[in-house]
């Protein structure tokens, strides 16, 4: 396959992060981004999202009685609320 070149511009924290994380696996730099790129876009986070759905659907009726539709949690109009 062909292959394109693009510029990208981070700050220098993201380019060190990077660096260190293609070291650590043993890959250059653009090979590690190619990869991130690849996996965002790709197969398993696809699967990743449709999992999160169906776990969200299944359990919707928990997260309901848990937080309500305010977002407030049942503990919070008791005078419980978290820490």
């Known amino acids: 396959m062909a292959k394109t070149q693009l510029n990208v511009r981070v700050d220098e924290g993201t380019a060190r992060a990077a660096r260190e994380r293609a070291l650590a696996r043993g890959m250059s730099v653009n090979r590690y981004i190619e990869e991130l790129v690849k996996q965002d876009t790709g197969e398993v986070g696809q699967t990743f999202v449709e999992a999160a759905a ?25 005078g419980e609320g978290r820490h």
């Open 54 to 78: 169906d776990f969200m659907k299944q359990y919707e009726s928990v997260f309901a009685e848990e937080f309500g539709a305010d977002g407030e949690g049942r503990e919070a109009g008791r």
